[in-house]
């Protein structure tokens, strides 16, 4: 069946950097972008980026850019998330989520499914 | 950047009827999605497209868009349909997606 297994919770001090993976299987891992979410304790869905796997192609919010890195490697189906000069603010739970889209007579709808297990990440001195 | 907006709680009698809206510029050239989250748990979709459901998902959910509104819509609501619930879309003028702002519906 179709899963993203993300990797284990991270404690990091202010100022560090972080990396995240997302482990895909069971579905042609070139064919779906891969979006990243976070989500702040008692906050809601905040949007940060997407990437190609196929080639490597991103988009960010303007809130990340330059300070977010998503990259994939086909080799092993796996997508990362770098997010450096974490501060508190950073605090939050971080998940993958595979891309759909579709065309329906003059609008296109995209919708997330599924979506990794999620990532703590404590940003803490 | 685009905004989707969401009421921030609803709530509903068991059994009864609710509708949660999203606003916003982008529902102009985008149908949403719509996204259900218990608490500790992944978001899950429940509606996508003019009013598709994922297997598994009951058919006492469905969705509606019109002009740059789109409601969800729990048509005798359950204890289990308690959650936040969220729109999502394309920010056409960003180059990106958002999310709505959430809606917690409260089942009485």
């Known amino acids: 069946q179709v899963q993203l297994v993300q990797s284990g919770p991270e404690v990091k001090e202010p100022g560090a950097s972080v990396k995240l993976s997302c482990k895909a299987s069971?579905?042609?891992?070139?064919?779906?972008?891969m979006h990243w979410v976070r989500q702040a304790p008692g906050q809601g869905l905040e949007w940060m980026g997407v990437?190609?796997?196929?080639?490597?192609?991103?988009r960010y919010t303007q809130k990340f850019q330059g300070r977010v890195t998503l990259t994939s490697d086909t080799s092993t189906t796996t997508v990362y998330m770098e997010v450096r000069s974490l501060t508190s603010e950073d605090t939050a739970v971080y998940s993958c989520?595979?891309?759909?889209?579709?065309?329906?007579?003059?609008?296109?709808?995209?919708?997330?499914?599924?979506w990794g297990q999620g990532t703590l990440v404590t940003v803490s001195s | 950047s685009s905004e989707l907006t969401q009421d921030p709680a609803v709530s509903v009698a068991l059994g009864q009827t609710v509708t949660v809206t999203c606003q916003g510029d982008s529902l102009r050239i985008c149908y949403a999605s719509w996204y259900q989250q218990k608490p500790g748990q992944a978001p899950i979709v429940v509606i996508y497209g003019k009013n598709s459901r994922p297997s598994g998902i009951p058919d006492r959910f469905s969705g509606s868009s019109s002009g740059n509104t789109a409601s969800l819509t729990i048509t005798g609501a359950q204890a289990e349909d308690e959650a936040d619930y969220y729109c999502y879309c394309r920010d056409t003028s960003a180059n990106s997606w958002i999310f709505g702002t959430g809606t917690k519906v409260t089942v009485l």
């Open positions: 990437i190609n796997p196929n080639d490597g192609t991103t």
């Open positions: 069971g579905y042609n891992f070139n064919s779906h972008w």
């Open positions: 989520a595979r891309d759909w889209s579709a065309m329906i007579d003059t609008k296109t709808t995209w919708w997330l499914d599924p």
